[in-house]
């Protein structure tokens, strides 16, 4: 079982920025970020392929939020710019076999990082 440890949320003004990291403990083909809200579903905000670098975004985050991968670490990092209170949700890393925006397909997750937008 892969074990995946995220970090980096806390509370940040609308406008700020905050850096996410997620380090898995062993190396699969694809890694990704999701984010719940309270009352509110899992949704997808971005992925990365290990191997190739290849990224997707959720529509709402595009041009604010980076995703980037340090191979050697078996880390992703989720950079996030120009925070909105809408950002404000719980944050999970999951691996998944391909690059992909649906949770069902992720094996495993992290245990989730609050972030939290004040306006």
């Known amino acids: 079982q892969v074990q995946l440890v995220e970090s980096g949320g806390g509370l940040v003004q609308a406008g700020g920025s905050l850096r996410l990291s997620c380090t898995a403990s062993?190396?699969?083909?694809?890694m990704g970020w999701f984010r719940q809200a309270p009352g509110k579903e899992r949704e997808f905000v971005a992925a990365?392929?290990?191997?190739?670098?290849?990224?997707a975004y959720k529509d709402s985050v595009k041009g604010r939020f980076s995703i980037s991968r340090d191979n050697a670490k078996i880390t992703i990092y989720l950079e996030m710019n120009r925070l909105i209170p809408e950002d404000t949700a719980v944050y999970y890393c999951?691996?998944?076999?391909?690059?992909?925006?649906?949770?069902?397909?992720?094996?495993?997750w992290g245990q989730g990082t609050q972030v939290t937008v004040s306006s």
């Open positions: 999951a691996t998944a076999r391909v690059l992909t925006m649906t949770s069902d397909a992720y094996d495993y």
């Open positions: 062993e190396r699969g083909n694809a």
């Open positions: 990365i392929t290990l191997n190739g670098g290849v990224t």
